[in-house]
């Protein structure tokens, strides 16, 4: 390679040295040829950029060819084939991620009880049966569809008495009206119930609600009405265990547990009269089926609850109000455990009962 005058500046593909038979030699400008040439041992020899093969892989390289593997960078300029295996590795963790979090979500899903797209937070929605409302108590729907606004009248006022007196109530009308309503299921549905908040339409400032719960599983539904018993405070499983009330609870098995761990008593002790009058220590005891776990929706407003748990104990013996209820609100959401409330009541018959429909909740 020459030039027509020596370059006022060393081209980049001429290089100081270069190798010839596995020794370095010297690239120097020789003024006789009007090029560059190689001092070998007195022979001068012209220096071809493309026969020294580390200055023609520079040359191709900066024209975009390589010879052999191809560099990632060179001089500044990334390669085409270094980007695309840079989006394949990060497509790669991206799915990897993708995976990882699909597969806690399941896990997530099995270990609080839920399944399925429609019970994650705001798309639950729990309401009574859909087609048209029955008018046949004995219906297997028609309790189910009791609505907020309904009138609920009692026919034998005898059990209703002892409890609104246990109650404390400073009446005992016969005609009460639906104020709420809490609509639950099962998570894979082979039960429905209902919890109405209910006053006496002369009750007077002060009286409590009573609850109402409606029971349905394998076709058969029951009743049941309940007050909240005065001097029991709970709160959440963890603010009772602050307070070192744990006569709720089963002793935790094992030192790595949280408040939401630990397993209802299967029996309860609690201060009751029973028929004659007399005051004597109820022994509740859990009912035979576990505690229910389900999913709830709170009228009015169509709020949802989202998670719930209830837990029913009964006394064997002859008292007023020998049924037990437990209902924890929120029971998955937090490992505190949810807000707990405490019930006692009797089971009622349809056929003490007449329901005016006045309300629809299902529009609320």
């Given at each position: ?22 020794r ?47 560099p990632?960078q ?59 409302r ?29 409890m ?41 400032p002060?009286?409590q609600?009573?609850?109402?719960l ?49 397993q ?101």
């Amino acid at each position: 390679m020459t030039f027509a005058n020596k370059p006022s500046k060393r081209p980049y593909y001429i290089p100081k040295t270069t190798s010839l038979d596995g020794r370095q030699y010297p690239v120097v400008w020789s003024p006789k040829t009007g090029g560059y040439v190689i001092e070998k041992d007195g022979q001068v020899i012209a220096y071809g950029p493309m026969k020294d093969f580390a200055t023609q892989r520079l040359m191709m390289s900066r024209s975009g060819y390589f010879w052999g593997a191809v560099p990632s960078q060179s001089h500044g300029r990334r390669s085409s084939s270094g980007w695309l295996s840079k989006l394949i590795t990060l497509a790669v963790l991206i799915i990897m991620i993708a995976s990882m979090v699909v597969v806690f979500t399941r896990l997530k899903r099995k270990f609080s009880g839920q399944s399925g797209s429609r019970h994650r937070r705001g798309r639950v929605a729990v309401g009574p049966p859909s087609g048209p409302r029955q008018h046949e108590p004995d219906h297997p729907h028609f309790w189910l569809q009791v609505e907020v606004g309904d009138m609920i009248s009692v026919n034998d006022m005898q059990s209703w008495t002892d409890m609104l007196k246990a109650a404390n109530a400073s009446t005992f009308g016969q005609d009460f009206v639906v104020r709420s309503a809490l609509r639950m299921r099962a998570i894979d549905d082979h039960w429905q119930s209902a919890l109405f908040g209910i006053d006496q339409l002369s009750a007077m400032p002060g009286d409590q609600s009573l609850w109402m719960l409606v029971w349905r599983q394998a076709g058969q539904v029951e009743l049941s009405v309940y007050y909240t018993p005065k001097g029991i405070q709970l709160g959440t499983r963890a603010d009772m265990l602050d307070r070192g009330d744990n006569w709720l609870f089963e002793p935790p098995s094992g030192d790595d547990w949280m408040p939401n761990d630990l397993q209802f008593v299967h029996q309860v002790t609690h201060s009751g009269t029973n028929e004659s009058g007399t005051e004597v220590e109820q022994v509740f005891k859990q009912s035979a089926a576990p505690a229910a776990f389900g999913l709830a929706t709170a009228y009015p407003g169509n709020r949802s609850v989202r998670s719930l748990r209830l837990v029913r104990w009964r006394c064997p013996e002859a008292m007023h109000n020998p049924l037990m209820l437990l209902v924890e609100f929120g029971a998955m959401e937090r490992m505190e455990g949810g807000h707990l409330q405490l019930l006692l009541g009797t089971s009622v018959r349809p056929d003490e009962l007449d329901v005016t429909p006045l309300g629809a909740d299902r529009a609320a």
